[in-house]
């Protein structure tokens, strides 16, 4: 039971999941499911099919990014709290990075083909999430256009 409000407590802090209430929270819970991943375990591969989001309940993650010269490099570490693969939640593109767990930690992951349902059953929690999502999007689309005005300006 404590678990359970742990879980909607970590998913109500998710901004694409903002203004869900706990009865739309607990349909989410429904078709979610935890995962184990030890120290150096891929969750999944850069180019791998997008079909789950996860969300950090123990532990942590590294997600990493083949580079033009081919080397690696370590993009982000999120720990406990923290998620990754949401934009697979709506359009299921290959992966963008790879994702491997930096110790024991455990996720809980949501399918897009789960989640789908419950947006196209569920017209008040879709109006609800794809709202969220578009403002949380068009946040970090600003974001991005401000880092890339800033280079552009340091590259003349």
């Not at 078709?31 to 969300?55: C, H, N, P, R, T």
């Not at 999120?78 to 790879?98: C, H, I, K, N, V």
């Amino acid at each position: 039971m404590s678990e359970q409000k742990t879980l909607e407590d970590l998913i109500k802090g998710i901004e694409i999941f903002q203004g869900l209430e706990t009865r739309d929270i607990n349909k989410v819970l429904k078709v979610a499911s935890g995962k184990k991943y030890e120290s150096g375990e891929i969750v999944f591969s850069e180019g791998d099919l997008g079909d789950s989001f996860y969300l950090i309940i123990e532990g942590s993650v590294r997600v990493e990014k083949k580079l033009v010269d081919g080397k690696i490099g370590e993009v982000a570490s999120l720990r406990s709290g923290d998620y990754f693969g949401e934009m697979s939640l709506l359009d299921g593109e290959p992966r963008s990075a790879t994702v491997m767990a930096a110790e024991l930690s455990k996720l809980l992951e949501i399918k897009n083909s789960q989640f789908i349902k419950i947006i196209m059953n569920d017209d008040n929690f879709a109006r609800k999430v794809l709202w969220a999502f578009c403002t949380t999007f068009a946040r970090r689309l600003r974001a991005t256009n401000m880092l890339l005005a800033n280079f552009a300006q340091r590259q003349t």
